[in-house]
């Protein structure tokens, strides 16, 4: 009897081994050859289901984001939390905090070099769109100062996020968890009328 193949189970390990390779190595190190070793597979079968590099590359910033959006909505979920710390709480779950979000930074970095590096816009637009949607949660709440600037205040935040993320990856002795907290605390605090902040 022939031997049934899960082939939704297949394309789901091989994208766990190169989440893994990506961060054990970098992006340079997600070969299809280095892939393949680490999951036991012929890179012919890795090609089989991912015919190209970038389609690879692409399943797995799908599970990054998927894993993110997760984060994000579990907080949002939790009612119990004052509005002020669930944005707060959201924005902190897209820094690498712990080794968990550290590994999902790593891989999203060689994702982003790899598209720049093909050419083609790197930068999403999904930490933008956070702060918009928590700066549109809070005005509905009417939480926000009445003249807060809304396109400067989500410039700022975005490049604030960006920052604090690409110095955790890059230099993480430079700023501890505990600053980088302080910094998203500031920031939501300064967009907030006195008696929410």
């Known amino acids: 009897m022939p ?11 091989i994208i766990e081994y190169t989440w893994q390779s990506i961060v054990n190595s970098g ?3 997600a070969t299809v050859r280095n892939i393949a070793k680490l ?3 012929t890179p012919g079968q890795i090609r089989y289901y991912y015919p ?9 910033m799908e599970k990054v984001n998927h894993k993110v959006s997760q984060r994000i909505q579990e907080i949002f979920g939790q009612e119990t939390l004052p509005e002020k710390e ?5 924005i902190l779950a897209v820094l690498p905090l ?9 891989v999203w970095m060689a994702f982003q070099y790899e598209i720049h ?3 083609t816009n790197s930068m999403g637009d999904e930490i933008r769109m956070l702060i918009q949607k928590s700066l549109q949660h809070l005005n509905e709440k009417q939480m926000l100062q009445k003249d807060l600037p809304l396109e400067f205040t989500t410039m700022r935040a975005h490049a604030l996020v960006d920052g604090l993320a690409l110095h955790k990856l890059l ?6 968890n505990k600053d980088a907290i302080k910094l998203i605390r500031a920031e939501v605090h300064s967009w907030l009328k006195e008696e929410y902040q």
């Open 3 to 13: 031997k049934l193949i899960d082939h939704k189970k297949k394309k789901e390990q």
């Open 27 to 29: 992006a340079k190190g």
């Open 171 to 176: 230099t993480p002795d430079r700023i501890d």
């Open 86 to 90: 669930r944005i707060i709480q959201a």
């Open 52 to 60: 190209t590099h970038s389609a690879l590359l692409d399943a797995v």
């Open 117 to 119: 590096q093909a050419g």
């Open 39 to 41: 999951a036991k597979m």
């Open 98 to 106: 712990d080794d968990d979000r550290y590994a999902d930074m790593e």
